[in-house]
Nanobody, 121 residues
Framework: QVQLVESGGGLVQAGGSLRLSCAASGSIRSVNDMAWYRQAPGKQRELVATITSGGSTYYTDSVKGRFTISRDNAKNTVYLQMSSLKPEDTAVYLC???????????????WGQGTQVTVSS
């Protein structure tokens, strides 16, 4: 069984910062790409940032220059440092990991339960 557990969300004023963490645990053989998504009320889930096992990153345009994704491969953990937060960043943030489990070479995608980020104006 694999679990992804996010932490670090909360309420912050516009212009503030938050750091999200997502740790994958369980019967994990290897972790490939990891990502952060977000979903605001009434809106579709949106890809925020991705990071490969080698450290290559991608950001959606709206967060470039403000958010930084990183990972600790030894801990199977991905982080999202968010700065200069805006009210429009308010959403549930979910992490995602593509990984293989012991006894299999298949890559499967797992999701965390989400953490709420609220930015007040």
């Amino acid at each position: 069984q694999v679990q992804l557990v996010e932490s670090g969300g909360g309420l912050v004023q516009a212009g503030g910062s938050l750091r999200l963490s997502c740790a994958a645990s369980g019967s994990i053989r290897s972790v490939n790409d990891m990502a952060w998504y977000r979903q605001a009320p009434g809106k579709q889930r949106e890809l925020v940032a991705t990071i490969t096992s080698g450290g290559s990153t991608y950001y959606t345009d709206s967060v470039k220059g403000r958010f930084t994704i990183s990972r600790d491969n030894a801990k199977n953990t991905v982080y999202l440092q968010m700065s200069s937060l805006k009210p429009e960043d308010t959403a549930v943030y979910l992490c995602n990991a593509q990984l293989s489990q012991y006894g299999s070479t298949w890559l499967n995608t797992f999701w965390g339960q989400g953490t709420q980020v609220t930015v007040s104006s």
